[in-house]
C-alpha cells in the first residue's frame, strides 16, 4: 500500500488487516505521520511491514517489492491540494504521475499485475449533467485532476499488457470523518484544505470561525452542495476493491460516493446539533473553479462490488469530532 500511513490509508489497512491480509506500507511520511501507524497495530492487534521512501524512488520501491512480494496493490501516495496544483503544477506531475511510473515499474518486476488507484471525482470537471456518472465526460479543471486522469490512462493502457492484468480506479467523492475509535482521522498540516476538519477546529475553540465561500450559489441555500462520504465506507470500498482484482482481469472505474448531496451550512447545522456547539461563520467570495452542486451515482459499485454506503452524515460528524477532541493536536498529541 503507497501512502497508507495518510488518512484514507489508515483505515483502509484497519479493513484490510482485520479481513485477513497482510500488508506492507510505502509512505514518505511527507503528509502523514508514523504514529498513525503505530496507532493502527494498536487497533487491529496486528503488525505490518513498513518503508519510508519517496515513490520516485524506483530502486527502493522495488527492493520492497522484491522483498514482500505482493499479490496486489493499493495506490493512495501522491500529492492532493488542488490550490496547490495550479501553484505548483511541475511538483505535481513528477509526484503523482512520476511515482505512479515508478512503482509499475516495481510492479512489473516482480509479476504483481493487480492494483486499486486512488482517483478522484476531479476527473469530470464541470457538471454536464447530475449526479456524475461513471460515463460522464473527463474534463478536469485543474492539474490535480490531470493528473488523477493522467494515471487513470496509464493505468487503462497498462491492463491490456497481461492477460491477468487488473486496474481499478476508484473515484472519491468528498471523504470525511473519522474511526469510531477516535484512534485515527484527518491530521492536516496548518489550515485544513477540507471542510470537516475545520469545522471540528472551530467547534474545539481552534479557529474562530468557518470561512463559507460564496453563498450565492443555485442550491438549497446558495452555499456550495457536495456529496460526503464517511472515510470507513471508503475503507471498505477499498477492501472490496482488492478481492475484486484478485479474481478479475481489465480496466474499471467506479464512483465512491453517497449519492446525496450536502450544503455548506447543512453540513455546519448538522455538526452544530450533534456537538451541542455553535459554528460561527463569515461569508467570502466565491473562489475560483468551486462548483455549485457535485454528487455521485454509485450505481456500479454497487453492482459490480458489492458495495454501498453505510454511514450516515451525523456518523461522520460524531466521528470527526471524537477525533478532534481526543486529539486536539492531532497526532503530535
Not at 99 to 110: D, F, H, K, N, Y
Not at 284 to 289: E, F, I, K, Q
Amino acid at each position: 500500500m503507497t501512502g497508507g500511513a495518510g488518512y484514507i490509508g489508515t483505515h483502509s489497512i484497519i479493513e484490510l488487516l482485520n479481513a485477513g491480509h497482510d500488508i506492507s506500507v510505502i509512505d514518505d511520511l511527507s503528509n502523514s505521520h508514523i504514529a498513525a501507524l503505530q496507532r493502527v497495530r494498536k487497533l487491529t492487534k496486528r503488525d505490518l511491514a513498513f518503508m519510508q521512501a519517496d515513490l520516485c524512488d524506483t530502486t527502493a520501491v522495488s527492493a520492497e517489492l522484491q522483498r514482500f512480494r505482493p499479490d496486489g496493490v493499493i495506490h493512495f501516495a501522491g500529492l492532493k491540494a488542488v490550490g496547490a496544483s495550479v501553484a505548483r503544477p511541475l511538483d505535481y506531475y513528477r509526484k503523482n504521475v512520476g511515482g505512479t511510473l515508478s512503482l509499475l515499474a516495481g510492479m512489473e518486476r516482480v509479476g504483481c499485475h493487480k492494483i486499486v488507484f486512488s482517483s478522484s471525482a476531479t476527473v469530470y470537471g464541470l457538471p454536464q449533467y447530475l449526479p456524475y456518472d461513471e460515463q460522464h465526460p473527463t474534463v478536469p479543471v485543474n492539474p490535480y485532476g490531470h493528473t488523477k486522469l493522467m494515471i487513470e490512462q496509464i493505468l487503462r493502457d497498462w491492463s491490456v499488457t497481461h492477460r491477468d492484468a487488473s486496474a481499478v480506479c476508484l473515484r472519491y467523492f468528498n471523504p470525511a470523518g473519522a474511526h469510531p475509535s477516535g484512534e485515527i482521522g484527518e491530521n492536516p498540516k496548518g489550515v485544513p484544505d477540507n471542510l470537516m476538519p475545520f469545522l471540528a477546529q472551530v467547534a474545539s475553540g481552534h479557529r474562530p470561525a468557518l470561512t463559507v465561500f460564496g453563498n450565492d450559489f443555485e442550491t438549497r441555500d446558495g452555499t456550495g452542495e457536495r456529496d460526503y462520504i464517511h472515510v470507513v465506507d471508503l475503507a471498505r470500498a477499498h477492501l472490496a476493491a482488492i478481492e475484486h482484482v484478485r479474481t478479475n482481469s481489465g480496466f474499471q472505474v467506479f464512483n465512491i460516493g453517497t449519492g446525496r448531496g450536502v450544503t455548506v451550512l447543512e453540513l455546519a447545522a448538522a455538526f452544530t446539533r450533534m456537538s451541542g456547539r455553535p459554528i460561527a461563520t463569515t461569508v467570502t467570495a466565491r473562489r475560483s473553479g468551486d462548483l455549485a452542486r457535485f454528487y455521485a451515482n454509485a450505481q456500479r459499485a454497487e453492482k459490480t462490488l458489492g458495495w454501498t454506503a453505510q454511514k450516515s452524515l451525523f456518523d461522520i460528524c460524531a466521528d470527526a469530532w471524537r477525533w478532534q477532541r481526543q486529539n486536539p493536536d492531532g497526532y503530535d498529541d
